[in-house]
């Protein structure tokens, strides 16, 4: 059986992409109900596509650009190839695609799901998981089906044990596709969505009383198109690099230990198997996903993702078991030391999500502390939210630092990569659940626009209250993953440059550290700053509309004197308001936030490739080292605080308006502070996830030209592993010269010289013994 999944590992990821087929011929064959949800849902697919097609031309420029980088870089060193630059264009494609196939899936399910919702609340989250399930399958098919099917091809090229290492240096640059397009869609989309948020927010709620999904708001489509740009592509994209990265990182790390069956290769196998076997039990997981009138959607939701989990562990058992044989060497407790590292990634995956949910869940006691002091101002709302956001960093990094400790106390550094790679098994499911979130506020934002009755709002909103909840363990499970990943392909780096140890007690170590954790908040700093500028121009389009097209000025006097309430509009006001439809020039408000997505997103996206290649080159191996330690740290905790502040602020808003205390102080402060968290959880916060894992990916493929001298490194006389300032491993080499010579009082004396070197540093200690001790030293090394 095991050969079987191990020959025709490409077979998986075509059933996924099938699978994905299905799903979607389904989706299309719904109703998409009335004429004029049918337009609003055309002006959401048209815009993001447009943004896709605008963002698209600017990146094939950049692929090109890199591969023929890559191209001349792999043929002139050695233990790499030109080839490398072939994984680099099928890794992005692969990205683009799962971006492409998830926008198309979404914009197709969300009118489908406001139509479903008019019959019953079962059937509208049965469309919009649908959709979701066609972004999750789409993603995780492509990646098993690209990795594998290059790692068969490039392994029919280079046949046998003594060309691994070459070829998966070349099938690194699969990931370094991945992950480059994964940053620019998430930077782009994300700075897209919060500009359309931020103008449609404080403009449409703050100043013209309006709700944000208002016909009448210009802003409003561009919001809605932001959703599938940010939490639908970005997302998708996002936890692609995420799976393809761990995977890789995993199997560079397997090379090192050889397994007695499969040629030697069960370690490098052994990611690939359990992501093959994750597909299957994620096809099994959606079929869980059902309910009735009346009942929960996040139980339906949990018990899908949960149940999949859970076949996920079993399964996982019996591929370990059947892939590592009880002992080997370079695994200290063989095929079940794996099997508890990657529960660890499981567990410390979830927790991470619950803990999420309890930071940013409406209800809980952080976001109602929120809610309590934004009664006196947004300025204390704002305190209250950073507040909150810094502490929700400590028991995730704490069950982090467990996953870490845990798998490699039982599996070394294959252990750590491991157990992301179990955390990563269901990814298809997983991503499944994320991406109907998005659907579903699309599909409130139809109902609202379309205006349906309230009965039909009630029910999408149930859905995307489920969503926001799903979205919040989701961005945790991506932040516990890419810690994992990046630690795991840091790792893989270390062995392939030679790397023995990062010791801070050196210059450039030091330097590299602290050039590292410096760059998350430049990084967040360009992102932000992006969102503010694209946001200016947002709400002074939307400003410039509401004050020059007569028949959204006068609407929007009949809203305000109904109190937003159009049951209560007389005749008259009626015709006023009806006479305004089509009247907000969307197409406006989506160029402005396409234009400054694709502008802005190019400095970000750029800083993560050249920055750790400008390190490597200029300050080697070890500085380059420190660099990733100090980014990775650094990096995720801004990622866990930003990510929980943004949706702590979110949820305390939503608090309110469930209250009934719409338009008051309270909730205008809690819209302030929404508003600043907006570009922290959907734009810089989520983007860090990809600069941590882009940065080691980069390190990794420049790794065989900046390697130490291994030679240099292994020749000495003795070496033992000491411990420097209880801090790294470092090695020590050590050379005793011993003389015995006579002296005039007839007496032998023995000099013993001991030179000891500690990287760069030499010293030289002198001993020397006369009479009796002498005499002694010489009868106990008498082989002298």
């Known amino acids: 059986m095991m050969e079987f999944i191990v020959n025709y590992l490409p077979l998986f990821g075509i059933l996924a992409l099938v699978f994905v087929f299905v799903k979607n011929a389904w989706v299309a064959k719904q109703s998409e109900g009335e004429e004029r949800m049918s337009r609003i849902a055309k002006n959401i697919a048209d815009g993001a596509m447009s943004f896709l097609k605008a963002e698209y031309k600017i990146l094939s420029i950049f692929v090109i650009a ?75 098919g492509l990646g ?105 990182g995993t199997m560079v790390l397997g090379a090192f230990i050889i397994t007695p069956d ?41 018990i899908g993702e949960f149940g999949s989990a859970g076949l996920m562990v079993i399964a996982s058992y019996f591929i370990i078991t059947a892939l590592i044989p009880e002992s080997v060497e370079g695994l200290p407790s063989g095929a079940m030391g794996i099997f508890y590292a990657t529960l660890a990634g499981l567990v410390a995956g979830l927790g991470v999500g619950k803990i999420t949910e309890y930071y940013t869940g409406t209800g809980t006691k952080p976001v109602s502390s929120i809610v309590r002091q934004s009664e006196t101002g947004a300025a204390t709302n704002i305190i209250a939210g950073l507040g909150v956001g810094m502490m929700s960093t400590m028991v995730p990094i704490l069950l982090i630092a467990a996953a870490i400790l845990i798998s490699h106390h039982f599996a070394g550094l294959y252990g750590i990569a491991i157990a992301a790679v179990g955390m990563l098994a269901n990814t298809g499911i997983q991503l499944a659940v994320d991406a109907y979130g998005p659907i579903s506020d699309n599909a409130g934002g139809i109902a609202e626009m379309a205006e349906l009755p309230s ?40 062995k392939v440059a030679g790397v023995t140890a990062i010791d801070v007690s050196k210059p450039t170590v030091m330097a590299g550290l602290l050039v590292g954790g410096m760059l998350p908040f430049v990084f967040s700093a360009l992102s932000m700053n992006a969102v503010g500028r694209a946001a200016m121009a947002m709400i002074e389009e939307v400003r410039r509309q509401f004050r020059d097209i007569p028949q959204l000025k006068a609407a ?53 490739i050249i920055v750790p290649v400008a390190v490597g080159f200029i300050g080697g191996a070890e500085m380059l080292g420190g660099l990733l330690a100090g980014v990775t740290t650094c990096g ?9 502040a943004g949706g702590a602020w979110d949820n305390a808003k939503k608090m309110i308006e469930s209250d009934g205390r719409k338009g008051t102080d309270a909730h205008k402060a809690a819209v302030v502070g929404d508003t600043v968290g907006d570009p922290f959880k959907d734009t810089s916060g989520p983007s860090l996830n990809i600069l941590l894992k882009l940065m ?65 540093e030499k010293k030289v200690a002198t001993e020397t013994l006369e009479g009796e001790d002498a005499e002694a030293f010489i009868k106990e090394h008498e082989s002298i």
């Open 144 to 248: 098993v089906l690209g990795l594998s099917g290059l790692f068969m091809y490039y392994q029919s090229i280079w046949p046998g044990a003594d060309n691994l290492g070459l070829v998966l240096n070349v099938l690194s640059g699969f990931s370094l596709g991945a992950s480059s397009i994964a940053l620019f869609a998430r930077v782009g989309g994300g700075i897209y969505t919060k500009a359309a948020d931020v103008g449609a927010d404080l403009v449409g709620k703050v100043e013209a009383g309006i709700p944000e999904d208002h016909p009448l708001n210009p802003a409003t489509i561009a919001d809605n198109v932001g959703d599938n740009v940010g939490d639908v592509a970005g997302m998708g994209a996002d936890l692609f690099e995420s799976y393809v990265g761990s995977i890789i």
């Open 66 to 140: 890199v591969a023929i980088l890559l191209y001349f870089k792999g043929s002139s060193e050695e233990g790499s190839h030109g080839m490398v630059a072939l994984s680099f264009v099928v890794g992005a494609i692969c990205s683009a695609l799962a971006g492409f196939i998830g926008m198309k899936a979404a914009t197709k399910a969300n009118v489908r799901t406001t139509n479903a919702a008019r019959k019953s609340l079962g059937k509208a989250l049965e469309v919009a998981f649908a959709g979701g399930a066609v972004m999750g399958l789409g993603v995780v």
């Open 262 to 302: 499969f040629a030697g290769l069960g370690a490098v196998y052994l990611p690939l198997v359990l992501a093959a076997v994750g597909i299957i039990m994620s096809i099994i997981g959606t079929f869980f996903v059902r309910v009735k009138d009346g009942g929960n959607p996040q139980t339906a939701l949990n």
């Open 556 to 608: 929007l006097t009949v809203m305000r004197e109904v109190d937003s309430d159009m049951s209560k509009a007389t005749k008259e006001q009626r015709e006023i308001f009806d006479a305004a439809d089509g009247y907000a020039e969307y197409d406006k408000c989506v160029d402005i936030s396409t234009k400054a997505s694709i502008k802005e997103m190019v400095l970000p996206g750029l800083l993560a």
């Open 455 to 494: 009965e039909v709002r009630e029910r999408t909103d149930k859905l995307d209250a489920v969503g926001n909840t799903t979205a919040a363990i989701g961005k945790g499970f991506a932040i516990a993953s890419a810690a994992l990943t990046a630690l795991a392909l840091f790792a893989a780096f270390m």
């Open 696 to 760: 080691s990916v980069v390190a990794l493929v420049i790794a065989p030209s900046i390697a130490l001298n291994i030679p240099a490194v292994t020749s000495h006389n003795e070496a033992v592993t000491i411990e420097l300032h209880n801090t790294a491993q470092v090695k020590e080499e050590v050379q005793k010269t011993i003389k015995v010579k006579v002296n005039d009082a007839n007496q032998k004396v023995v000099t013993i010289t001991t030179t000891t070197t500690i990287g760069d």
């Open 636 to 644: 995720v905790l801004m990622a866990i605080f930003q990510s929980n």
